[in-house]
């Protein structure tokens, strides 16, 4: 406490000729602290976060260089130990409270508050910073819809001679592998919060959790790649891949994980990895499966007429081939049919083992209820 008053009582004494008062404390930590001020000549609201000199100096290259998606930084002040980052105050609300409030977003809303989101990372990635901690709290909705990168506390300069970053920061489930010392930071570390924030706009739930299917889920396995090597490069990038064009198919671009694997392009189970032995086997099994179907249409054709054909129809389907659909997940349906969509991996493995095994066994006992 003796710390925090000490330090409260020298940025007053310094501080008081900039002319903000005080209106509300928002929050306070053993070594930072963010004020509503009024600042005095206009009377215009501004944000005062009081915080550790090393903290605050990185806000030095975004004073007074405006950006539609930054929030602005009118003011530095820096001392011995402690430093004050004047912010404009801004009407709106936070992602996080946004997400708390509605729930999930539809990806066609989803996708441009991440591409306005990308236009403020690329103005201070141009600076030379790298923000590391995307999350939904740091996202900030004006009220006239403009999409603002908040809080930029540990947010540091590129250094291109170092290996990996001295201190451990960001916001877990957010931060990107490299945060934990692995590596050094770079844009490709805000390019992976982006994509696992992207996901959790889309599904509510972190990418290990789940992730959505199609070219969107492509794009987000893309950028949270444990190599950086394999993200997105640069904000340009995932930018382009994001584009409404590319998104809803009028351009022929390949989705990420396409552009690795052709062979992924096939959706027939057995075919999808190109492997050879795989394509031989899943060959087979179409060939007797579809020899025994015939042989099955054919008896009940003899035996029952038009009936005995339909129904042995059906009991192969329930059978066979639906089976054979719901275990291979044929198209990713999973990740399609709502409620499947929004359930754990491993939960969804599970059902379609159930749904097999029920499928199967309804078919085998359709199959022997038919007459002769």
């Known amino acids: 406490m003796d710390n925090a008053a000490h330090m409260s009582e020298e940025i007053r004494s310094e501080y008081m000729k900039e002319n903000y008062e005080d209106i509300l404390e928002l929050a306070s930590g053993e070594e930072d602290r963010t ?23 990185i806000y030095e290259k975004l004073k007074n260089k405006p950006h ?25 609300i936070t992602l996080q409270e946004l997400l708390n409030q509605r729930g999930m977003f539809p990806e066609q809303e989803a996708v441009p508050i991440i591409l306005q989101l990308l236009k403020g990372l690329e103005f201070i990635h141009s600076l030379g910073m790298v923000h590391r901690d995307i999350h939904p709290g740091n996202v900030l909705i004006s009220s006239d819809k403009v999409v603002k990168i908040l809080d930029m506390g540990i947010a540091r300069n590129v250094k291109r001679n170092q290996t990996a970053d001295t201190t451990i920061l960001g916001t ?10 692995f590596a050094q930071t770079d844009p490709r570390t805000d390019i992976y919060s982006i994509g696992v924030l992207l996901n959790v706009m889309i599904t509510g739930k972190i990418p290990t959790v789940v992730i959505p299917g199609g070219r969107t889920g492509g794009i987000i396995r893309k950028c949270i790649q444990i190599d950086p090597n394999d993200r997105y490069q640069n904000v340009h990038e995932l930018t382009q891949a994001l584009m409404p064009g590319k998104m809803n198919g009028t351009e022929p671009e390949k989705a990420p994980e396409e552009e690795k694997d052709p062979g992924k392009k096939a959706i027939i189970p057995g075919f999808r990895t190109g492997k050879i032995w795989k394509k031989a086997i899943a060959i087979a099994v179409y060939i007797f499966m579809t020899l025994f179907t015939a042989v ?3 008896n009940g054709a003899e035996k029952a007429g038009v009936s005995g054909f339909l129904l042995e129809g059906l009991s192969c389907l329930m059978m066979m081939w639906i089976p054979l659909l719901v275990i291979t997940n044929f198209c990713e349906w999973d990740r399609k049919i709502f409620p499947f ?17 029920a499928l199967a066994y309804a078919g085998m006992g359709l199959e022997t209820s038919l007459p002769g």
Do not use: H
């Not at 969509?341 to 095994?357: A, G």
């Open 35 to 57: 004020v509503l001020a009024r600042r005095v000549s206009d009377g215009r609201l501004v944000i005062k976060k009081i915080m550790p000199r090393a903290q605050g100096i």
């Open 68 to 92: 539609p998606n930054v929030v602005p930084v009118w003011d530095v002040i820096t001392m011995k130990d402690q430093c004050v980052v004047i912010t404009e105050y801004i009407s709106g």
């Open 172 to 181: 877990v489930g957010f931060a990107a592998p490299e945060q934990f010392g």
């Open 296 to 298: 099955l249409l054919g």
């Open 341 to 357: 969509s929004r359930w754990n991996k491993d939960v969804v493995l599970v059902i379609r083992i159930i749904l097999t095994v």
